[in-house]
């Protein structure tokens, strides 16, 4: 090592309080690991070199090893994958057959020395003592995981599994708070050019785990790890509507959770299986599920238009039983009535021609029946199509009406405070930390409602 990096890292741990100088300076305990660490020395060894007891090389080594987690985790950062590595996705022989493959996993035994009445369960299966030790790297031979620790006598198995549950509850701990931010994170996106009737994109996805990991960086999750969690959203938002349904069982809109009878709770675990059970708690609060309809009302399956053999199918509307204004209605009214006049005036044309050639014994004509007046002539399938979709488009325009007046998302209330006049930058800054409350944005959009410049004073009595 070059002696200006041994100077530096002793600086950095008599800095950092992680080594203290004591009876023996920081270098020469650093001297006493490295030494030990590059020739493998046993203690007899650095007896010799260093001329100090055992008891003192015992005392002032552990204190290394007890911060080397500390060093690793400011020290060493793993790199973040989430892609196939090129050399899979750039060659046929190996894509898509390896589109999720990200790494390699391998284990080993590392030996140890241990008193005897502590040997037992790190005595591996060819009678050594070892800690099973479990390594990942990814396709450049760089290390990205080490699960270490594990006695011998563990199964691989045990270990990977330990890994897998140990990581995910690191890395993956959510909370409501997340969850809840997750959700507008989505709400966001939910438009056509993000969502398709498939789902969000790839490319969506991307962005929005960039986007919550931004606002968030006490936390860092993957790609995958969101995605399930919106699955398991998904999934609570359908059981607890279609547990609505269910007769007997009710819901408190204030407290946003399902209320039923002891015997109802039952039938819903029959019908729901256990991940209906942790809805049953009187915490059990849900207060994401008016926020999930909204993602998903549209877009879950409901079996409305299923039947089977054995039953008549239920009546569907199509394009052309649209109500549109009446038009429908008016012309098969039309219809009918130009269908009894012109049996009208076949009957007339029958008793003209029995007249003219002497039959029947009626001398006296009947007075004709008067013919109703022509209305307008009827509308073509193509001009009734056109009404149809004017109906659709001025319904869509009440509706996008209706969801603007009932936005009072931060993203509005930025859109807002910028066009209005007299804001000054640091009266925006200021306004940020007000918009973290719901119950704020609501008000500042009423006030802006009312153009009166009550919003920004308001604004500027929050502040004050």
């Known amino acids: 090592m070059e002696p200006e990096i041994f100077r530096w890292v002793a600086s950095y741990l008599r800095n950092e309080r992680l080594i203290l100088d004591s009876r023996l300076k920081v270098e020469e305990k650093l001297a006493f690991f490295l030494y030990m660490l590059s020739h493998n020395a046993s203690f007899e060894d650095l007896q010799l070199e260093f001329e100090h007891s055992g008891y003192t090389f015992h005392k002032y080594i552990s204190e ?28 046929d022989r190996f894509f898509p057959y390896f589109k999720n493959c990200i790494g390699a996993i391998d284990g080993s035994h590392v030996p140890i020395s241990l008193s005897p009445q502590y040997q037992a369960p790190w005595r591996n299966r060819k009678g050594s003592l070892s800690q099973n030790v479990m390594i990942a790297c990814d396709f450049d031979l760089n290390i990205t995981f080490i699960s270490c620790g594990w006695e011998g006598s563990a199964t691989d198995a045990r270990v990977l599994s330990s890994a897998i549950l140990k990581d995910g509850k690191r890395r993956a701990s959510w909370n409501r708070g997340l969850e809840k931010a997750l959700v507008d994170v989505l709400l966001e996106h939910n438009n056509t050019y993000h969502r398709s009737q498939n789902g969000w994109s790839s490319e969506t996805w991307n962005m929005m785990v960039g986007i919550f990991n931004s606002k968030y960086t006490h936390v860092h999750f993957t790609k995958t790890q969101i995605q399930n969690k919106e699955k398991d959203l998904k999934r609570d938002y359908r059981m607890l509507r279609d547990a609505r349904k269910k007769s ?27 991940k209906i059970r942790k809805f049953r708690t009187e915490d059990s609060r849900f207060p994401l599920y008016d926020l999930l309809g909204q993602l998903y009302e549209s877009q879950i399956a409901e079996g409305d238009f299923n039947f089977t053999s054995m039953a008549e199918p239920p009546p569907r509307d199509d394009v052309n039983n649209i109500e549109s204004d009446g038009e429908f209605e008016d012309e098969r009214e039309l219809e009918k009535e130009e269908a ?7 009957e007339l044309q029958m008793l003209d021609q029995a007249e003219t050639s002497g039959v029947g014994g009626a001398k006296t004509r009947p007075k004709k029946i008067p013919k109703k007046p022509k209305r307008s002539p009827k509308k073509s399938s193509g001009d009734a199509l056109v009404g149809v979709m004017q109906r659709f488009v001025d319904i869509k325009e009440k509706e996008s009406k209706k969801e603007e007046a009932t936005d009072f998302s931060i993203t509005r209330c930025m859109k807002e405070l910028k066009a209005l006049e007299g804001v000054t930058p640091d009266l925006k800054v200021k306004c940020y930390g007000i918009f973290k409350c719901p119950k704020n944005c609501e008000i500042f959009i009423n006030a802006i409602a009312d153009k009166d410049g009550s919003a920004l004073a308001w604004l500027q009595s929050q502040i004050g």
């Open 64 to 91: 290394f090893f007890d911060i080397i987690p500390i060093l690793a985790t400011r020290f060493v950062r793993p790199r973040y994958i989430d892609e196939p590595h090129p050399k899979i996705s750039m060659d």
């Open 248 to 274: 007997g069982v009710g819901w408190n809109e204030h407290r946003c959770m399902i209320e039923a009878e002891p015997h109802l709770w039952d039938n819903l675990e029959v019908s729901f299986g256990n």
């Open 340 to 346: 009894a006049v012109q049996q009208a005036d076949d």
